[in-house]
């Protein structure tokens, strides 16, 4: 490999077949590094923001709240309070004398005005600094109101992006078990990690509809407080992006019983296996009840349907695409897995992958599935990406807001994958869509006015 990387760093990025796979992940970010990464606050304003009859308030300096304002882009079917930004906007005097009286004063007028099913309160570095006392302030106006106001303990210094996906699972884990389960079917499961952007989880939910499956509740994506309140009375819990929710997955599983299962929407494969392996689930759990039997046959039906109607549509892609190369750097590598085997699908080669909260079994199953030569990546930064991008001479980069800069500056196509995107890209319809996006970028006729900066320009000295 002839890509720059910082010296402290070069243990937390693999090269298939150059080294014995020891990867190092899941640790804070190095100082100076310029990592990729969001703060703890922000990954806990992700996971929660989609739950879109809650009222969301940010207490802290108003940066805090601007900066994660709208940030998924999550589409709500209904009320949409989640799409306002809330802050309590400390200045100087809040943090000498301290902000939870304005804190209190401000719940008590949002919760008058918009009425929400809930109120989420995050807090952010200044506040960690301060020592406010929010669990005291929210218990406080939680009596006042008779509306559920839950901490989240999301100081930005605290950790990395994993931690704030912690905080907003334990915040959401209050209100489970709180709403009535009675009438939810033996056969039912609630949706995490999907975050419905481009209203993809509307057709998940339609595909579970066909199968003959009950959904209690879209947890992360066009969510509802009561809705949540009543999760744990669904049979399973299926997980997507299991760096944000597999932890709020095993608080309900060791609370409830409620057993998970880790899936992908994206690409025909994954998305195929995720169905099945639900319609296996509930045979396995009633192998004698007609009602699972229908189930794997509805599965099969939609499958056979989806799949026939998809497969002639994608072999014009494929045919343009073979043999082009792409790189990929996105927030959970779990979605990693599914884009490998997408661009395989469409004949092109994966040659650059990496995530900015994967895990040591996430980054050998991606060691498992890639080429020889492909660079796997932990917490990267633009310095990095930039040179991996050049020497790897890509036809197109797969990423999110951070990411998008770095490839049309190099002159190469872009794919969003993250918050800003406003086409769906999970499910079978998502598949086409991925692989009509990848052909439309990667062939574009711009290409030829802008000049694709090589690895054979100057790059930056190593430092370190
Ligand atoms: S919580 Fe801290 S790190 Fe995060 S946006 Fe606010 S000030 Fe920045």
Redesign the pocket.
């Known amino acids: 490999m002839e890509a720059v990387a910082l010296k402290d760093r070069q243990n937390q990025i693999h090269v298939k077949g150059q080294a014995p796979f020891n990867i190092t992940c899941n640790q804070d970010s190095l100082a100076g590094a310029v990592s990729q990464r969001?703060?703890?606050?922000?990954g806990s304003r992700v996971v929660l923001y989609p739950i879109a009859d809650a009222l969301h308030l940010?207490h802290?300096?108003i940066?805090?709240a601007v900066?994660?304002w709208d940030i998924r882009g999550a589409l709500s079917s209904g009320p949409e309070l989640h799409r306002l930004s809330f802050s309590t906007d400390l200045q100087e005097m809040d943090v000498i004398f301290g902000g939870e009286k304005k804190l209190r004063l401000a719940l008590l007028e949002l919760i008058k005005r918009h009425t929400p099913k809930a109120a989420f309160v995050?807090?952010?570095?200044?506040v960690?600094i301060i020592g406010d006392d929010m669990e005291a302030v929210c218990r406080q106006v939680e009596s006042e109101t008779g509306i559920s106001v839950i901490p989240v303990k999301?100081?930005?210094?605290m950790g990395n992006k994993r931690a704030g996906y912690q905080a907003a699972c334990d915040a959401m884990f209050r209100l489970i078990g709180t709403g009535d389960t009675e009438k939810i079917s033996r056969f039912s499961l609630n949706i995490l990690g999907d975050f419905n952007l481009a209203g993809e989880i509307w057709m998940i939910r339609k595909y579970y509809e066909r199968m003959g499956i009950e959904v209690v509740a879209n947890i992360t994506g066009d969510g509802r407080v009561d809705d949540i309140r009543r999760a744990h009375g669904a049979a399973l819990n299926v997980v997507q992006c299991s760096g944000s929710t597999m932890g709020l997955a095993d608080m309900i599983e060791e609370e409830y019983g409620v057993p998970s299962m880790r899936v992908s929407y994206f690409g025909i494969e994954d998305m195929s296996e995720a169905l099945y392996d639900i319609a296996r689930f509930f045979k396995q759990q009633y192998p004698d009840d007609p009602e699972a039997d229908a189930i794997m046959e509805n599965t099969k039906t939609l499958v056979q349907e989806e799949v026939s109607r998809l497969v002639p549509e994608l072999e014009q892609y494929r045919q343009a695409l073979a043999g082009k190369k792409a790189a990929i750097y996105v927030g959970g590598s779990f979605k990693a897995f599914s884009l490998v085997k997408a661009f395989r699908l469409i004949d092109m080669q994966v040659v650059l992958v990496g995530s900015q909260t994967g895990t040591k079994e996430d980054y050998a199953e991606l060691e498992a599935i890639t080429d020889p030569g492909t660079i796997i990546v932990d917490d990267s930064n633009p310095l990095e990406l930039t040179s991996f991008l050049k020497e790897k001479a890509v036809d197109i980069f797969v990423g999110g807001v951070k990411e998008r800069p770095i490839a049309y500056k190099l002159g190469i196509g872009f794919c969003d994958h993250n918050h800003e995107r406003k086409e769906a890209l999970a499910g079978f319809e998502g598949m086409l869509n991925f692989a009509r996006e990848v052909y439309s970028s990667v062939m574009s006729p711009v290409w030829r006015f802008v000049p694709r900066k090589q690895k054979t320009e100057n790059l930056p000295p190593a430092v370190g």
């Open positions: 969001a703060c703890v606050f922000c940010v802290g300096p940066g805090c900066y994660t995050y807090s952010t570095c200044i960690g999301s100081e930005g210094f």
